[in-house]
């Protein structure tokens, strides 16, 4: 088990938001204040114990998400970056598609509509109107797709799709197949050698319990070099560091996506709340999020007066419950539950829950007393 004084939050917050932005674990907190520390006392002298967190950081982001290497792991800005990195980086033709859910996330829906300059087409499949999802975004493939791109969890409904299944459709078709898990990692396991993913990418301000401005990118070891590379800069070259070479080339590793200076503060950040998920387990943090969701949509089922939007059956949620009250306003019903303390979001109409694994059963009962739902 965590120690308790790993979440120190107020005790007047209810914390039920971490598909938005997470609040950090305290030896986040820490080691964060100690970087500050020791770069008001020393600057940079230790500047190369820093690179020594910045390997550790992605070698726990390769175990987290089974890649063969760190060396397939860059570290970018954010999952919108990520995105924008292998859109503007593949070799388009005129008639070109690229297949995403219609109710993406705008970061995953924008980056593929700005390629529309190069003549390619985006088909966006309606996810919500069909009880097999992964079948109608399979039967938009056509001789033309050369990508699928979808949330591994959609952000509003909590929808949880079958990777395994359109990883190894899209394998078959020769299709590339790009992930957004930033409402997936940190909350469940992720094997993107299992799900035949190409990209990955997840920012670490969600269920990774991390800073905004930091986000992984995976790209599998035999497409590196596929991506044209559209930014330079000394951080990206093979000789990095040594900066009197003119004969530069790309580094051999993702790295190569990565332009400039790396976020160090960032680093420290989410390499600490790594190593507290890697602790725990995934799978111990998975089960206890899944009982936290069951929890809550156990209770909500028996209420006549709420609608749930998020499937129901397990293998469709995650760690986000959603639903719209009957008989009020959900606006209303959101000011009343900030008012009250519970930190939340409204998505598409519905009011929108996300406790994490070490979100206490006493938080997710006071919520549902606050929802005359108990």
């Known amino acids: 088990m965590f120690p308790a004084d790993e979440f120190a939050l107020s005790p007047d917050v209810i914390y039920l938001n971490h598909a938005a932005v997470a609040p950090w674990p305290t030896r986040t907190a820490a080691a964060v204040a100690n970087f500050a520390e020791e770069n008001r006392l020393r600057g940079a002298q230790h500047y190369p114990a820093w690179l020594v967190v910045e390997q550790r950081l992605r070698e726990r982001l390769q175990r987290l998400i089974g890649a063969r290497s760190a060396d397939e792991i860059a570290l970018l800005k954010n999952t919108s ?15 070109d598609n690229v297949i995403i859910p219609a109710q993406e996330f705008p970061s995953n829906r924008i980056v593929w509509e700005s390629l529309a300059e190069y003549g390619v087409q985006v088909r ?4 919500y109107a069909t009880d097999d999802p992964e079948a109608v975004l399979l039967q938009a493939i056509n001789a033309h797709t050369r990508l699928m791109s979808v949330s591994a969890v959609q952000y509003d409904t909590g929808l949880c799709l079958d990777l395994v299944r359109l990883g190894r459709a899209c394998e078959a078709a020769e299709v590339l197949f790009c992930v957004d898990a930033i409402q997936s990692l940190g909350a469940l396991p992720l094997d993107v050698r299992a799900i035949r993913a190409d990209f990955v990418v997840a920012d670490g301000h969600k269920w990774l319990l991390g800073p905004e401005g930091l986000a992984l990118f995976y790209c599998r070891r035999e497409l590196l070099e596929r991506l044209r590379l559209r930014q330079f800069g000394w951080h990206m070259v093979e000789h990095m560091g040594d900066f009197d070479r003119r004969d530069w080339v790309p580094a051999r590793t993702a790295r190569r996506f990565e332009c400039g200076s790396p976020n160090m503060l960032g680093i420290y950040a989410l390499e600490a709340s ?23 949509i156990g209770n909500l089922e ?18 986000i419950v959603s639903f719209k009250p009957r008989t009020a306003d959900v606006q ?6 900030q008012a009250a303390g519970v930190v939340c979001a409204v998505r598409s109409g519905a009011l929108r829950l996300s406790p994490h694994f070490y979100t206490p059963r006493e938080h997710l009962e006071r919520t549902l007393k606050l929802l005359d739902i108990h």
């Open 81 to 95: 970056e990520g995105l924008s990195v292998i859109a503007h980086g593949l070799d388009w033709r005129p008639g």
């Open 274 to 296: 790594l190593s507290l998920l890697e602790e725990f387990g995934i799978e111990q943090v998975a089960d206890k999020v899944m009982g936290n969701t069951a929890y809550l």
């Open 302 to 319: 028996l209420s006549p007066t709420v609608e749930i939007i998020t499937p129901t059956a397990v293998s469709r949620h995650a760690g």
């Open 124 to 127: 966006a499949i309606d996810l």
């Open 332 to 337: 209303a019903l959101h000011r009343r539950l």
